[in-house]
């Protein structure tokens, strides 16, 4: 169902969607959704939203998520303290933390900064996406739109000189 509902973006290269078991066939079985935009887009979070609360998997469901992690290509800049990402080609900002099992991530991106490394990616787990797929989309929903989305840094790739 999820995996249909990604299916469903615009942006989504329908090629790329692969559901990956991590167990074997079970009653609740657990697995992984890999997806990449389309050549020369980019992926918006509210869209793979409205999209999952379109689907059944809104309403009376036991399915749920342990977290939604993306790779977001873009300018890493430090504004007021903060790091944030600029995602390429989107306008929107993506407001970087510490993911507490990423070994200090963030740290370690605002030292690469520091040195004047250029970011080329970052990867992390977007905040709130846990629990059931009901809970995590009403939870999505109440965030106003001003607010800066945040991403929990895992990993970057910095641009090779």
């Known amino acids: ?24 066939k079970v009653s609740y079985q657990r697995g992984t959704i890999e997806f990449a935009p389309k050549k020369g887009r980019s ?20 399915m749920s998520m342990d977290y939604l992690e993306i790779t977001a290509k873009g300018e890493v800049i430090e504004r007021d303290k903060e790091l944030v990402l600029k995602v390429s080609g989107t306008g929107q900002e993506l407001s970087l933390s510490e993911e507490p099992t990423a ?11 520091a040195r004047g490394d250029k970011v080329s990616t970052v990867t992390g787990r977007v905040p709130g996406w846990r629990g059931s ?22 990993d970057f790739k910095i641009e090779k000189k």
């Open 43 to 62: 992926i918006d979070l509210d869209k793979i939203h409205e999209s999952i609360t379109a689907t059944r998997l809104s309403g009376n469901t036991s």
């Open 133 to 154: 797929f009901p809970d995590v989309l009403r939870a999505w929903a109440k965030a106003p739109d001003t607010q800066k989305r945040k991403l929990a840094v895992v």
């Open 1 to 24: 169902m999820a995996r249909d509902a990604i299916a469903r973006q615009y942006d989504v290269d329908a090629d790329s969607i692969i559901l990956q078991p991590l167990e074997p």
């Open 103 to 113: 070994e200090a991530g963030l740290q370690r991106l605002r030292e690469a900064v």
